[in-house]
T-cell receptor, first 111, second 116 residues
Framework: SQQGEEDPQALSIQEGENATMNCSYK?????LQWYRQNSGRGLVHLIL?????REKHSGRLRVTLDTSKKSSSLLITASRAADTASYFC???????????FGDGTTLTVKP | EAQVTQNPRYLITVTGKKLTVTCSQN?????MSWYRQDPGLGLRQIYY???????DKGDVPEGYKVSRKEKRNFPLILESPSPNQTSLYFC???????????????FGSGTRLTVV
């Protein structure tokens, strides 16, 4: 299976609820990033967490990283309909330049 | 406006007819990369470039060529396109490799290529 796998593949919640997406990876990384993609559009960078960090916040986003379990989670609090999109994690390993993206989690936030 | 510009946005071509997808960034980024996105397969890296005249293969380089003669441009060349190269293509750039900048990678809007 591919490095940087997201779980779940699809998530549907009501506006105001929290959304949690998980990402697992296989090899050592330098950093892990989360991206958002609206249908058919380019990816937009959300947040970066380095391998020596455990948690990071940005607005309504909270990212955790557990390098011992090779996993990360993205929490979106108080979700809004505008958060509806696909979310991807991407790992960047010590082989400078190579990156691996997961298949993504499709989030639907119902108003 | 800081951006990565890809052209064309949409392209339909026939098998074997050489084509080039252009990518240009105006942020003076050293690093540029090409990805293809297919349903169920996520984004897969095709080629990347750490700086001018330096290019390396990603995970799926077969059937593609790139060049980096100047910092701002990183064209993707398909010498003899085949139907299995039908996909959505993205170009991305960042200040350094591994996306170790505050902003991570900046992506273009994508090129939807259909090879018939």
């Amino acid at each position: 299976s591919q490095q940087g796998e997201e779980d779940p593949q699809a998530l549907s919640i009501q506006e105001g609820e929290n959304a949690t997406m998980n990402c697992s990876y296989k090899t050592s990384i330098n950093n892990l990033q989360w991206y958002r993609q609206n249908s058919g559009r380019g990816l937009v960078h959300l947040i970066l967490i380095r391998s020596n960090e455990r948690e990071k916040h940005s607005g309504r986003l909270r990212v955790t990283l557990d390098t011992s379990k090779k996993s990360s989670s993205l929490l979106i609090t108080a979700s809004r309909a505008a958060d509806t999109a696909s979310y991807f994690c991407a790992t960047f390993n010590t082989n400078a330049g190579k990156s691996t993206f997961g298949d993504g989690t499709t989030l639907t936030v119902k108003p | 406006e800081a951006q990565v510009t890809q052209n064309p946005r949409y392209l339909i071509t026939v098998t074997g007819k050489k084509l080039t997808v252009t990518c240009s960034q105006n942020m003076n980024h050293e690093y540029m990369s090409w990805y293809r996105q297919d349903p169920g397969l996520g984004l897969r890296q095709i080629y990347y470039s750490m700086n001018v005249e330096v290019t390396d293969k990603g995970d799926v380089p077969e059937g593609y060529k790139v060049s980096r003669k100047e910092k701002r441009n990183f064209p993707l060349i398909l010498e003899s396109p085949s139907p299995n190269q039908t996909s959505l293509y993205f170009c991305a750039s960042s200040l350094q490799g591994q996306g170790t900048t505050i902003g991570g990678y900046t992506f273009g809007s994508g090129t939807r290529l259909t090879v018939v």
